[in-house]
């Protein structure tokens, strides 16, 4: 049975920094690729950041570009979205996917098998 558990999230100031976590058990996180999606009140859930393990392409929504770094710790099964310059915008709950994106899905939910409960970020003004 594959699950997720994000960690990470909290209250923060604008200009802040938070390090997500996202701790996968029954899958190898190296299988396939890990998207990151949030979804704020009210709104429908976004496409945020993601990476194919293979080949290590990397793709990011262009509201966080050059803010926001995946990595991950495969001792650990382990991915970590490090964000930045955190803005009000940023606000919302924050989910770990993971699965094996087709080509042209990669920033869609649908492309994705597994998702965790998601950690809310909430980034105060």
């Known amino acids: 049975q594959v699950q997720l558990v994000e960690s990470g999230g909290g209250l923060v100031q604008a200009g802040d920094s938070l390090r997500l976590s996202c701790v996968v058990s029954?899958?190898?996180?190296?299988?396939?690729?890990t998207g990151w999606f949030r979804q704020a009140v009210g709104k429908e859930r976004e496409f945020v950041a993601a990476r194919r393990w293979s080949g290590g392409n990397t793709y990011y929504a262009d509201s966080v570009k050059g803010r926001l770094t995946i990595s991950r710790d495969n001792a650990k099964n382990k991915v970590y979205m490090q964000m930045n310059s955190l803005k009000t915008e940023d606000t919302a709950v924050y989910y770990c996917?993971?699965?094996?994106?087709?080509?042209?899905?990669?920033?869609?939910?649908?492309?994705?098998?597994?998702w965790g409960q998601g950690t809310q970020v909430t980034v105060s003004s």
């Open positions: 996917e993971v699965g094996r994106p087709i080509i042209g899905t990669i920033s869609s939910s649908s492309g994705y098998n597994y």
């Open positions: 029954g899958r190898a996180i190296s299988d396939g690729a």
